[in-house]
């Protein structure tokens, strides 16, 4: 079994500044990612990108919760910029905050059903 870490300490002093100076704040990126590490959360989100709007009943019943539940998860992601709600008469439905969201959502499904075939560095 092959060690992962290097056997020498050598800090390449030029890349090192390189990539300090090119890392952009990474605070709200985070917290995207914090929201969507929730399963529950996460199969909403998922379920968003499938039906682009559903009530909050619809996601109740997607997630075997109540609609308390539901509501509150749905308002996490939207006060997080992942999704956004719409009141139609008696009923609030929520969809994608917008396709950077869907997409994200959809590649992190794509890249954990690939298989452990990731290569290596």
């Given at each position: 079994?092959t060690?992962e870490?290097?056997?020498?300490?050598?800090?390449?002093?030029?890349?090192?500044?390189?990539?300090?100076?090119?890392i952009?704040?990474?605070?709200?990126?985070?917290?995207?990612?914090?929201?969507l590490a929730d399963e529950?959360?996460?199969?909403?989100?998922?379920?968003?990108?499938?039906?682009?709007e559903?009530c909050?009943?619809?996601?109740?019943?997607?997630?075997?919760s109540?609609?308390?539940?539901?509501?509150?998860?749905?308002?996490?992601?939207?006060?997080?910029?992942?999704?956004?709600?719409?009141?139609?008469?008696?009923?609030?439905?929520y969809?994608?905050?917008?396709?950077?969201?869907?997409?994200?959502?959809?590649v992190?499904?794509?890249?954990?059903?690939?298989?452990d075939d990731?290569?290596?560095?």
């Open positions: 079994m060690k870490i290097c056997e020498v300490a050598i800090v390449h002093e030029e890349v090192v500044e390189r990539v300090q100076q090119a952009p704040d990474v605070g709200a990126a985070a917290q995207l990612f914090k929201a529950t959360r996460l199969k909403i989100a998922f379920s968003l990108t499938i039906e682009e559903m909050v009943c619809d996601v109740a019943a997607v997630i075997g109540s609609i308390a539940t539901a509501s509150h998860h749905l308002r996490y992601l939207r006060d997080n910029a992942l999704a956004k709600s719409q009141r139609k008469g008696k009923m609030v439905y969809s994608l905050a917008d396709d950077h969201i869907h997409q994200l959502v959809k992190a499904h794509e890249h954990t059903t690939e298989g990731h290569g290596d560095c």
